[in-house]
């Protein structure tokens, strides 16, 4: 038995509840050395750059923005944009992927689509909606819903197209109908993809918010840190930067959790 064959066959032995506190403290581990190498890397800009403000005058800048309300109201007025745009790309997404997945048709008359709107950054999408719809909670929404909407497309119609045809055809052959095949086959089938979809949409979706209200908006996450940049004050430009990035960093934790947590029968 070689030396890998002997670990292995003792990390399996190992109880249930030790691999698991085992990895759960690995995992807090590397999350704790990527925050301190974000903070050492802020600090190393601080020191070698002259403009760059410290973690003291950003935090209480923030601080300053709750203190006056502005914190909350603009993140607010941000969540409640974006995730109407989301949910709608979600579900828009999810029909179209499914019908790109089954149809033949469907797929070569989307697909070329869908590669374009993947490649348009979301820059473009926000400036385009700005100039379609002016400031107002449309050129928002809709970007978000613009820059979300191919990712969902294409995880879903993949995941699809994965589904065995000997499931489908054996489905058929016994007669089940349309609702009950989606319900029962094709929805646990692409389980793990819509997460992944999720995923990858809100991280684009989330970017497109920003640029859309920076561009078209006059409240929200994005106004409020072009409001600072304006006013040439990188400290507030910057906290609300770094609030825009632990939205990210928290919703990418959550969903990667939840992702473990639904895929967990293929490792078992």
Same mark, same amino acid.
């Given at each position: 038995m070689t030396l890998t064959a002997a670990r292995a066959d003792r990390k399996a032995a190992r109880p249930a509840w030790r691999r698991h506190a085992s990895s759960q403290l690995t995992s807090a581990a590397a999350w704790t050395a990527s925050v301190l190498t974000m903070l050492a890397v802020w600090q190393l800009a601080v020191v070698f750059g002259h403009r760059v403000p410290s973690m003291?005058? !950003? +935090?209480?800048?923030?601080? #300053?923005?709750?203190?006056?309300?502005?914190?909350?109201?603009?993140?607010?007025? #941000?969540?409640?944009?974006?995730?109407?745009?989301? &949910?709608?790309?979600?579900?828009?997404?999810?029909?179209?992927?499914?019908?790109?997945?089954? #149809?033949?048709?469907a797929d070569y008359a989307l697909t070329d689509l869908t590669m374009?709107?993947?490649?348009?950054?979301? &820059?473009?999408?926000?400036?385009?909606?700005?100039?379609? +719809?002016?400031?107002?909670?449309?050129?928002?929404? !809709? !970007?978000?819903?613009?820059?979300?909407?191919?990712?969902?497309?294409?995880?879903?119609a993949k995941a699809v197209r994965a589904i065995p045809a000997e499931t489908m055809l054996m489905a058929r052959a016994f007669g089940v109908g349309r609702a009950d095949v989606l319900r029962n086959v094709i929805a646990p089938a692409v389980a793990g993809s819509t997460i992944a979809a999720v995923r990858f949409a809100i991280m684009s979706a989330w970017n497109g918010l920003l640029l859309a209200e920076w561009f078209g908006a006059t409240s929200g996450v994005g106004w409020r840190a072009r409001y600072w940049y304006d006013a040439n004050q990188l400290d507030g430009f910057l906290a609300w930067v770094l609030l825009f990035i632990a939205f990210l960093i928290i919703v990418n934790q959550v969903l990667g959790w939840v992702e473990n947590r639904a895929t967990r029968w293929r490792r078992a």
């Open positions: 003291a005058d !950003t +935090f209480a800048r923030l601080g #300053s923005e709750s203190a006056d309300g502005e914190l909350w109201t603009n993140l607010a007025v #941000s969540m409640n944009r974006f995730l109407l745009g989301l &949910v709608a790309a979600l579900l828009v997404g999810a029909g179209l992927g499914v019908a790109m997945g089954l #149809s033949r048709i374009a709107g993947l490649a348009i950054p979301a &820059v473009i999408w926000a400036l385009l909606t700005t100039m379609w +719809f002016g400031f107002g909670w449309l050129t928002p929404v !809709t !970007t978000v819903f613009l820059c979300g909407l191919p990712f969902v497309i294409v995880n879903i």
